[in-house]
């Protein structure tokens, strides 16, 4: 697939809605669309096709070997005028392969996303931690992008992001964005982070927490006032608190869990949807916002399952929701089908018992 053929190819993806284009020898390229894996009825792809991809996406990448060493490569790749793409290469029974991530070019707004107006108010933070959460592929970089857009556009502020690979683009706004890629701009999201706590930051963005390195990093950063916003594969509240305290050995868990009480100001935990239209998807969005009392769960291990009964008694104080609430919510506006709302519900039964009494 030669460079132009390549470039018109996820044009017309991207303008056809596709989150995910496949490449891999054997079969035809497939685009995700609406969270549909489909087939581009064009000839199946042979191996000098994949090899000519792979050149490609590693035109402008930092990988100095050569395509038979090749076996696992992330890059990114820009196309004017069409977006960025976050590209994985890899090599299967031999063959190149490669699956490319759709990034868009205008940075979406929480209304955009369709999160409540609370996560405003969590972008506000002057100091802690913020975390979003999801599997891969539930909009979490759209998310942090979205904070981030939002504090770029409201305050006189100095954001460093550190990213695997830089994805959305940020320009100055009232805010100055520095954005470092793992790779080119630093070797790796501890280091980076290290050497964020010198470049007076106010805010500092991290991919995503990888290893107790980062999160021990992280968290003396939130300690010393800066506000730090990052990812973790966790589906909600309880499992992400669970999650970052497990990483530690069990003899510093009971310090993590005490300095994690204390610099948690919130998360947001989401999945995409399939719209009741068949067209695109939704998020729905667990969301807890911290106080006095989330402090206490987080620190004693034993009351840490209350955070969810905490996060729905408490939606109309201070914005926080459930999965379950927000559901409700997104079924009521006809975003959603009832099946669909069944299915992604905490607790199926509960949930159509509730809706019995709606």
Known sequence: MELATFNQFLAAAVKNGASDIHFKVGTAPALRVNGQLLPVKVPALQPEDTQRIARHLLASSRYKGTLEELQDWDASYPLEGVGRFRANIYRNKGHLGAILRSIPLVIPDFQKLG????????SQEERGLILVTG?????????????????NQHYRKHIVTIEDPIEFVHEDRFSRVM???????????????RAAMRQDPDVILVGEMRDAETIEIALKAAETGHLVLSTV?????????????????????????????????????????????????????????????????????????EIKDFIERNHDILGTQSFDQHLVQLLRAGQITVEVAKEASSNPSDFERALAFE
């Open 115 to 122: 999160l409540p107006r609370v996560l405003e108010k969590l």
């Open 179 to 193: 954005q470092r890629e793992v790779g080119p701009d630093t070797p790796d999201f501890s280091k980076a982070l």
């Open 135 to 151: 599997v891969t592929g539930s909009g979490k970089s759209s998310t942090l992008a979205a904070m981030v857009n939002y504090i």
């Open 233 to 305: 594969h966790t589906q909600d509240a309880y499992r992400t608190i669970n999650r970052i305290i497990g990483v530690f050995p069990p003899e510093a868990q009971t310090g993590v869990r005490l300095r994690l009480s204390e610099n948690l100001k919130g998360s947001v935990s989401q999945r995409l949807l399939p719209h009741a239209s068949g067209k695109g998807r939704v998020v729905a969005a667990e969301i807890m916002v911290s106080n006095l009392s989330v402090t206490e769960f987080v620190k004693d291990a034993s009351r840490t399952h």
